[in-house]
């Protein structure tokens, strides 16, 4: 594990060495709203060694080991453009420190949606999205606003702190934004259509922050789209179906040219 700073913020970054062989675009895994480096665990490792690349961890501003959001709930509270800018500024200078060009990016909920603004932007080898969000749904809020009942009075903040060294930075920048009537107007379609990279959208059937409508609502005009959703799945594929979604991973990254 190591810091790398980006414009005088260190991000916690933890990268994974290519198989032996090959010299394929190096994974670069962008994690959701409430995750980081560790709770990753060692899925970003498996998805590596099943695909033959080297891989890329890093840990957002405010998450896991990286440096906290000063006045997260004040002056440092996000603004309804915070996915926008970590796609458009923040990850292109990570990008540049780690001297990586058109990586494929794997993103899961938030980090998906980054995925898919940076693609629009950017040069990429693929995007890899998990449970993305393209628009803000009513479930997405609902689940949301249960999640802020379940950190106050249950035990979530106590499960998510072996996770965070700022706990309550990470949780509240992300429900604070998300509960916002302004982040409503959150729409990233316009964007989805401009990606030329291919890209493979998955998702679960049970997934209680968003409904299918997410990863429909991509279709990419200029580049290829494959879709994919799994049975007894929630928000989490790597999570809920590890072997699944890494095989099927694989299976994409494999046909690229």
Same mark, same amino acid.
């Given at each position: 594990?190591?810091?790398?700073?980006? %414009?005088?913020?260190?991000?916690?970054?933890? =990268?994974?060495? #290519?198989?032996?062989?090959?010299?394929?675009?190096?994974?670069?895994?962008?994690?959701?709203?409430?995750?980081?480096?560790?709770?990753?665990?060692?899925?970003?490792?498996?998805?590596?060694a099943a695909t033959g690349r080297a891989g890329v961890v890093y840990s957002r501003r405010g998450?896991?080991?990286?440096?906290?959001?000063?006045?997260?709930?004040?002056?440092?509270r996000l603004r309804p453009d915070y996915m926008h800018r970590e796609a458009r500024v923040v990850?292109?200078?990570?990008?540049?420190?780690?001297?990586? =060009?058109?990586?494929?990016?794997?993103?899961?909920?938030?980090?998906?949606?980054?995925?898919?603004?940076?693609?629009?932007?950017?040069?990429? &080898?693929?995007?890899?999205?998990?449970?993305?969000?393209?628009?803000?749904? %009513?479930?997405?809020?609902?689940?949301?606003? #249960?999640?802020?009942?379940?950190?106050?009075?249950?035990?979530?903040?106590?499960?998510? =702190?072996?996770?965070?060294?700022?706990?309550?930075?990470?949780?509240?920048?992300?429900?604070?934004?998300?509960?916002?009537?302004?982040?409503?107007?959150?729409?990233?379609?316009?964007?989805?259509?401009?990606?030329?990279?291919?890209?493979?959208?998955? #998702?679960?059937? %049970?997934?209680?922050?968003? &409904?299918?409508? #997410?990863?429909?609502?991509?279709?990419?005009?200029?580049?290829?789209?494959?879709?994919?959703?799994?049975?007894?799945?929630?928000?989490?594929?790597?999570? %809920?179906?590890?072997?699944?979604?890494?095989?099927?991973?694989? =299976?994409?990254?494999?046909?690229?040219?």
């Open positions: 594990m190591e810091k790398i700073r980006v %414009d005088g913020v260190a991000l916690e970054v933890l =990268r994974l060495p #290519q198989p032996a062989g090959g010299a394929l675009a190096p994974i670069v895994f962008l994690h959701e709203g409430l995750g980081s480096v560790a709770m990753w665990r060692d899925w970003p490792a498996s998805v590596c998450y896991g080991e990286s440096d906290p959001v000063p006045e997260v709930r004040g002056a440092g990850l292109p200078a990570l990008l540049e420190a780690l001297g990586i =060009r058109r990586p494929v990016l794997l993103g899961h909920s938030d980090g998906g949606s980054i995925a898919l603004l940076h693609g629009a932007d950017f040069r990429v &080898t693929a995007c890899v999205v998990m449970a993305p969000h393209v628009i803000v749904e %009513d479930v997405s809020v609902r689940s949301i606003a #249960q999640a802020r009942v379940a950190y106050e009075a249950g035990d979530l903040r106590e499960r998510l =702190r072996r996770y965070h060294a700022d706990v309550d930075g990470a949780f509240w920048q992300w429900n604070d934004i998300w509960l916002d009537p302004a982040f409503r107007a959150f729409d990233i379609r316009a964007e989805c259509r401009r990606i030329e990279a291919p890209v493979l959208a998955m #998702q679960g059937v %049970d997934d209680p922050y968003g &409904t299918l409508r #997410q990863i429909d609502e991509i279709a990419p005009t200029r580049g290829p789209f494959e879709r994919e959703v799994f049975e007894q799945c929630g928000h989490s594929p790597q999570r %809920d179906q590890p072997e699944a979604s890494r095989r099927r991973i694989a =299976r994409f990254l494999a046909s690229l040219p």
